[in-house]
């Protein structure tokens, strides 16, 4: 492949550029009592059709008009609804509050945890607002919209529009963007999340990209000539995740 500009006329090869996991997600395992549980989908209403009609299950299928006895062949299963079970490896039902979870170390050692809350507060600290330069190398999975509540009327609070204004004013003319960690709860995944102002056709706004991996060059050149490169500042190190190993309460 060549690799043409109003300067240069270069061939050049491609690979596809490779992920860095930055946030890993341990191998979680669920007890209850001494026995492993699983989490299974189980079906909670279903029909079958022949020809496009529903026709009756009773380990023969038949059709319920002729009585006329089916082939299995010529049935087409439709799940209508489902929903998750917590079950032992004994094929017993185990509700949610009875399990206990365990993160299984790279040793083999199993420590207790307890699943991440629901992040509920955003908060920044003024060293984790960095250059935006810095966020380019991370895959977003999401992105998602910040605005102030709104009222019945659906206005927002003067009060907190300025402030978000302000902020926002703020982080543009440094070009920063806030760096802090999100969890949606109920589980052990969690993110890093990107919050940074955006201001288009007069008007200004708040958006969060959430990451958990970021672009791992392979192909970096050494710079052929003497020459200054001014790199913009980097965050050396990302604000620390939660621990992904919680000690657990007491139940």
């Known amino acids: ?3 043409r500009t109003p300067n240069i006329d270069v061939e050049v090869g491609y690979k596809k550029a490779e992920n860095k996991l930055m946030v890993p997600t341990p191998k979680i395992v669920m007890r209850a009592g001494d026995i ?3 989490q299974e989908r189980v ?3 279903k029909k079958f059709l022949r020809k496009g009609k529903e026709v009756e ?3 023969k299928f038949r059709d319920p008009e002729t009585g006329e006895e089916i082939k299995s062949s010529e049935v087409l299963e439709i799940l209508l609804r489902y929903r998750y079970m917590y079950l032992n490896q004994n094929g017993e039902k185990v509700e949610p509050q009875d399990i206990r979870y365990y993160a299984l170390q790279p040793d083999g050692a199993e420590n207790e945890v307890e699943p991440f809350t629901r992040t509920t507060i955003i908060e920044i ?3 984790n607002w960095v250059p935006a330069a810095n966020i380019n190398e991370f895959l977003y999975t999401s992105v998602y919209e910040l605005f102030p509540k709104m009222s019945k009327g659906q206005v927002a609070s003067k009060k907190d529009l300025v402030a978000l204004w302000k902020e926002a004013e703020l982080r543009w003319k440094r070009d920063q963007v806030g760096i802090t960690t999100f969890s949606w709860g109920n589980g052990f995944l969690q993110y890093y999340a990107f919050v940074s102002p955006v201001l288009k056709e007069g008007k200004f706004g708040w958006i969060m990209k959430l990451s958990n991996t970021q672009v791992e060059y392979n192909y970096l050149q050494d710079i052929p000539e003497k020459v200054e490169v001014k790199e913009v500042p980097t965050l050396k190190t990302l604000p620390p995740v939660q ?3 919680a000690v657990a309460t007491s139940k």
């Open 1 to 3: 492949m060549r690799f």
């Open 36 to 38: 492993d549980v699983s």
């Open 43 to 45: 079906v909670e209403d």
């Open 57 to 59: 299950a009773d380990v």
């Open 125 to 127: 600290p003024e060293e």
């Open 243 to 245: 621990a992904l190993v």
